[in-house]
């Protein structure tokens, strides 16, 4: 309770969340109207079991994975003949892991370091490879023994699909023309030729390819008209080839930049399948972030704040998109979104190493909630990123590995994967000062394929049990279980000496009243998954 003078519990108010509400639809979906007046201390959710709300494309629980740091070179790449254990250089526990958690894409290899990264320097014999600066991320050599072959075959072992970001700041529209050949064509062309010498027959029919990577920033800083052009002209030659399909996707807005998304649509929606979205969550200024794991309630409060500006932000850039695209077709893909805290004391700062608390399994499961509700314009997501680098799934330390509360967010949503959204209204306090006070609770609903419902909840305040009903309208339930994620310190996090420090376990307090309303409570500062049968 030690801030509660400072961060009081604002006045309750309604939090209805009801429907897509990212774009301005014809028809707006009626907002149910509470059952009862809200309550200070108590939630009661409205799962509309009748109410699909289209697919959440399991993409977006997809990951960003860039040459940065420890990520990629002991985070995932240890080489052939390492002592820790791996397959072809992949090390055996991460890809276990995220095999486990069912990762369903990775995007790679930037970030900015896609803007300077030649993939010709990382393809053939290893001892051959070219060796660059990875300037921009820690001056390290970057030796290229992890390139196109290595990565393709990550994805091979993890089981999931490859998004690959080319060079447009630094490189030409042949380069990036060849390196779609490389991958995708069956011809017997000089291109082909190279990767069959390389050692790989058939091609890999990558289907995800981005088109630069912060333009308007580390991709070469350009107005967004001036990547308009880049973009239209480097698309003309993104060509599939040998009857594979290329989802393009185009360098979208920082942030709040709603310009950079009207140019880019109006100029050139008809040559995109997704646009891009950069968002972090910064709880002080870009240049003293905040620490990772000394914080205190108003730091925690500031970062969910944050974390939940990504609503806004979705809705906003949802609704100039639906301007120019009201069927949906072009995807919003937010490839690059997770906490950002100062580097761990002791590290290297361009490294981007940070601890993951429990704070970050919060920002995890109300991010993931938030683009949940925005699947019918939200197509793919990538947390940055998988391993050592921002807010990381698995940290690594030589051969120790753990898993992050982050880890444990991604292993239990999964169950979100492809299930159908169902409408979703929230009635729960405030969480805050009543000046930026936001909704304590965060829900997200699906049915599955075998007819399970989901259902994810978050409770951000760090002080406050919550107890909850579940109201199922339309739904006969005959079970209900329950997963929890919490702990007792904001700061709760995994270490190499105590691994299991914070890890899902069951939650007990949970009980079906009646065949269509379920009770629990909701520990403090928890992400909890229901499982409704
Ligand atoms: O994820 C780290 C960096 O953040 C990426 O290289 C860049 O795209 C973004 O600014």
Known sequence: MQLRTVLILSLVSLHLISGCASTPAPVVAPVAAPESQPSKTSTSITVHTDRPKGQISRHIHGQFSEMLGRGIHQGIWVGP??????????????????????????????GCFADYYHWKDGVGQRDQRRPQVNALWGGATEDNQFGTHEFMDLCQQVGCEPYICANVGSGSVQEMNEWIAYLNSDDDIPIVQM????????????????????????????????????????????WAYSGNFLYRIACGPNVSDYNWTETLMRRARWAMDGL???????PGTWQDKGSAISFDEHEWFVTMQKAFFMDELLRKHGEIMYRYDPDKRVGLIVDEWGTWFNAEPGSRPGFLYQ?????????????????Q???????????????????????????????????????????????????????????????????????????????RLHISLCNLDPDSPMPVTVHLNAAQAKAVSATVLTAEAMNAHNTFENPDAIKPTELKDVRLADTSSVELTLPSKSVVMLEIE
Request: charged share 20%; net charge positive; proline share 6%.
């Open 81 to 110: 003949d390492s002592p820790i254990p791996n397959t072809r250089g992949l090390r055996n526990d991460v890809v276990a892991a995220l095999r486990r958690a069912k990762v369903p894409v990775i995007r790679w290899p930037g």
């Open 195 to 238: 990767r069959r010498a390389n050692g790989r027959q058939d091609s890999w029919h990558v289907r995800f390819f981005g088109i630069g990577n912060e333009s308007w920033g580390c991709g070469g800083n350009m107005s967004p008209d001036f990547y308009a052009d880049q973009y239209l002209q480097y698309m003309t030659y993104a």
């Open 276 to 282: 891009s979205l950069h968002y972090y969550t910064v």
């Open 355 to 371: 601890q993951n608390t429990l704070r970050d399994a919060l920002v995890a499961g109300l991010t993931l909630n938030i683009l």
């Open 373 to 451: 509700r925005h699947c019918d314009r939200v197509k793919m997501a990538n947390i940055a990123q998988t391993v050592n680098v921002l807010q990381a799934m698995i940290l690594t330390d030589n051969e120790k590995m753990l898993l992050t509360p982050t880890y444990h967010v991604f292993d239990m949503y999964k169950v979100h994967q492809d299930a159908t959204r169902l409408a979703t209204d929230v009635n729960c306090p405030r969480y805050g000062p009543p000046d930026g006070a936001i909704p304590s609770v965060s829900a997200s609903a699906s049915r599955d394929a075998s007819g």
